[in-house]
């Protein structure tokens, strides 16, 4: 996947997260499925795309680059409350073109640790949007009480690159992601309760 992906995904949330202010939405409530709220699962958003581009822009072949916060845990990013939704979009696309910019410059035969599989600026570039598309799934149905609509092109280009052999056939490229990631049904077959992406080269 490419740094305009990642630009794609960023600016899709960050709008509709825009347009739901707090004045008229909850966002300590929990997220859809998860324990986390909506506010804490897009911080883990921002703390992605931030450790995806250093691991990119810092070519870690070992693990992950051993930056923690500063009580030692390993989620670095947080979002100042007081900045309300509109602060939290615009730190998401600003994370967002931390790594686009990482992914844009470093050569595609660089690689970098990741758990589930060593990848190349193309495929952290994609679990950047995986996680971007997937939680946002979580947190405006969490926050509109309605399952969310994803941009698609992003969907497939997520299955393509992280899910290889999905299910095409059974389901919209939205349908099959969320069942890929263990959140929804997939025609008849029954929602994950393990899953797993592959973000080795191909």
């Avoid at 947080?78 to 900045?83: D, G, L, P, T, W």
Wanted: proline fraction near 6%; glycine fraction near 8%; charge should be negative.
């Amino acid at each position: 996947m490419t740094p305009d992906d990642v630009r794609h995904a960023t600016q899709w949330l960050a709008n509709e997260l825009r347009a739901r202010p707090e004045a008229r939405f909850d966002y300590d409530r929990p997220a859809r499925g998860l324990t986390w709220s909506v506010w804490r699962t897009l911080e883990h958003v921002l703390d992605d795309l931030l450790a995806y581009a250093l691991q990119v822009a810092g070519r870690a072949r070992e693990g992950y680059i051993p930056l923690v916060d500063a009580d030692g845990g390993g989620d670095v990013a947080r979002c100042e409350r007081s900045a309300g939704v509109p602060g939290l979009a615009a730190t998401l696309e600003a994370c967002g073109e931390l790594l686009a910019a990482q992914v844009q410059v470093r050569p595609s035969v660089e690689r970098a640790y990741h758990p589930y599989g060593e990848s190349d600026p193309a495929g952290f570039a994609a679990m950047g949007v995986c996680e971007v598309v997937v939680h946002g799934w979580d947190v405006l149905t969490a926050l509109d009480d309605a399952v969310a609509t994803l941009p698609e092109d992003l969907c497939a280009k997520v299955l393509d690159r992280l899910f290889p052999g999905s299910p095409l056939e059974l389901g919209s490229p939205q349908d099959v992601l969320l069942w890929q990631t263990g959140r929804e049904e997939l025609a008849d077959r029954p929602r994950l309760t393990s899953w797993r992406w592959d973000a080795t080269v191909r």
